[in-house]
T-cell receptor, first 115, second 115 residues
Framework: AAGVIQSPRHLIKEKRETATLKCYPI?????VYWYQQGPGQDPQFLIS???????DKGSIPDRFSAQQFSDYHSELNMSSLELGDSALYFC??????????????FGPGTRLTVT | AQKITQTQPGMFVQEKEAVTLDCTYD???????LFWYKQPSSGEMIFLIY??????QNATEGRYSLNFQKARKSANLVISASQLGDSAMYFC????????????FGAGTTVTVRA
């Protein structure tokens, strides 16, 4: 079965640089979520999109932005990177259709290291 | 306030034995969903099991079962017949309501299965 695809899997950036993370949801899933997991921490919700519109926003820094495109893939753009942005970034997808169990399926994550 | 509480930072279990991971939650919304995810050392987040607040029966998926006690607000995960490959971090998560789809995670429990 098709899963959530994230690219790149690993990314190394320097402070003050920018980074773009990509997410391709499971086919026919209409909702994409982004989570940030710092070292030794639980995942924290950043932002979500439903049918290409932002649907919810969590603790996402103003330096970060995201969008969902017409083909449902999503990109998380991160600017002015800081050392504290080093984390595992997950994308998850789900469907809100009738009878859906709201299960969120996670991608493999992008490990961002800021030096 | 913490919405999901996992009080066991780490557990050891003997191979082929059962293990119970505790999870308590806090919500005033009558509609919610509870999830368990497994995160191996490789980092991916694997969906295990889901329990809806209106589900009458406890959820089961293969060797995983969820002991849902609504009045006590607990959703413990039981893994039967533990295998070495079950060694991982396990997260309990909650979705509240029907319009807020983001997941709130607990701190996680590390399970180590001994041969």
């Amino acid at each position: 079965a098709a899963g959530v695809i994230q690219s790149p899997r690993h990314l190394i950036k320097e402070k003050r640089e920018t980074a773009t993370l990509k997410c391709y949801p499971i086919p026919r899933h209409d909702t994409v979520y982004w989570y940030q997991q710092g070292p030794g921490q639980d995942p924290q919700f950043l932002i979500s999109f439903y049918e290409k519109m932002q649907s919810d926003k969590g603790s996402i820094p103003d330096r970060f932005s995201a969008q969902q495109f017409s083909d449902y893939h999503s990109e998380l753009n991160m600017s002015s990177l800081e050392l504290g942005d080093s984390a595992l970034y997950f994308c998850a997808s789900s469907t809100r259709g009738q009878g859906a169990a709201y299960e969120q399926y996670f991608g493999p994550g992008t490990r961002l290291t800021v030096t | 306030a913490q919405k999901i509480t996992q009080t066991q930072p780490g557990m050891f279990v003997q191979e082929k034995e059962a293990v119970t991971l505790d999870c308590t939650y806090d919500t005033s919304d009558p509609s919610y969903g509870l999830f368990w995810y497994k995160q191996p050392s490789s980092g991916e987040m694997i969906f295990l099991i889901y329990q809806g607040s209106y589900d009458q029966q406890n959820a089961t998926e293969g060797r995983y079962s969820l002991n849902f006690q609504k009045a006590r607000k607990s959703a413990n995960l039981v893994i039967s017949a533990s295998q070495l490959g079950d060694s991982a971090m396990y997260f309990c998560a909650m979705r509240e309501g029907r319009s807020d789809y983001k997941l709130s995670f607990g701190a996680g429990t590390t399970v180590t299965v001994r041969a």
